[in-house]
């Protein structure tokens, strides 16, 4: 199977034409008969990312006048206040094992320009050999975490922008995606910049040897050590790169985990927003091992 991907959000109009509202604004060729064959695939794409309910966000978004301009704010802001996601799990796709990575994002308001909190999700799906590094280090890959931003689908002129296929690739790590040309949706990281964070406070290097316990326990059998991460939205993604590094590559394509969740997914490590923390924990069905961290 080639390296499979999909862009997912509310929009004019998508890769079937102009029908509006949530629907696949385009894939590869051959991504339509992964999602038709195996529609669970096409689940996991589309409840992937559901932006957090912060007050003064919200509030500004329902006061402010709809015209174009606020709406690219509001984006703007959504992108600050926010977390951006970024997972990755092994599931089987038929008889074969596949990896499937997931960029999302909150893109301000939808198509209508009354709607805010609308989700962005790139997808992509591959074979475990497509895979030749640390998967965390895929954050920074455009053709994985394609980050487009919504100018891109909704222009100033109101214009309906027709979508096409998107080009199969043929590595995970390509620098040029060229028919959308877009930037990753995080920067790389290095051994340095992972080692300077846990450096930076001294209760961090014994939190991480409690992660790696946990993740250890989890990884023998031990549900109840599934892990949660309630971090800053920049820290998240950088406490699993550092799990990732104690162990060797191979080990790590069967570690799934997210950066953020607006709620506890099955995912060996959850990151989460605070506040979906607090009303997660309220759930009797909670049995999971949480860990705040110093900022």
């Not at 802001?77 to 977390?83: F, G, K, N, V």
């Not at 998240?236 to 709620?263: D, E, H, K, R």
């Not at 009303?279 to 110093?294: A, D, K």
Request: hydrophobic share 35%; charged share 20%.
């Amino acid at each position: 199977m080639s390296i499979e991907r999909a862009i997912y959000g509310s929009f004019k109009n998508g890769i079937k034409g102009q029908n509006q509202g949530f629907q696949y604004y385009t894939y590869t060729s051959g991504y339509k008969d992964v999602i038709d064959s195996f529609p669970f695939v096409d689940s996991i794409v589309v409840a992937s990312y559901r932006a957090p309910l912060t007050y003064g966000y919200y509030e500004w978004f329902t006061n402010a006048e709809h015209n174009m301009i606020n709406c690219n704010k509001a984006s703007a802001m959504a992108m600050e206040e926010h977390p951006q996601c970024f997972s990755y799990c092994r599931k089987m796709i038929g008889n074969q094992e596949k990896c499937i990575f997931i960029y999302a994002k909150d893109l301000g308001f939808d198509w209508t320009g009354n709607r805010p909190l609308t989700p962005y999700q790139c997808a992509t799906i591959c074979d475990l050999s497509d895979i030749t590094q640390y998967p965390v280090s895929y954050c920074s890959s455009p053709v994985v975490c394609c980050d487009i931003l919504r100018e891109e689908f909704f222009p100033n002129d109101n214009s309906v922008v027709t979508p096409n296929l998107l080009k199969n690739e043929c590595l995970l790590d390509s620098e040029n995606d060229i028919q959308l040309g877009h930037k990753p949706g995080f920067t790389p990281i290095t051994v340095n910049e992972i080692l300077e964070f846990i450096n930076e406070y001294e209760e961090r290097l014994q939190i991480l040897k409690s992660l790696i316990t946990a993740l250890i326990r989890l990884k023998d059998g031990d549900l109840g050590c599934r892990i949660v991460l309630a971090d800053s939205k920049e820290n998240n993604i950088m406490w699993i790169a550092a799990l990732s590094y104690v162990f060797p590559t191979q080990n790590c394509l069967n570690l799934s985990y997210t950066t953020y969740g607006y709620s506890i997914a099955d995912f060996d490590i959850n990151g989460v927003y605070v506040a979906a923390l607090i009303i997660y924990q309220r759930s009797r069905e909670c049995h999971l091992r949480t860990m705040n961290f110093p900022r």
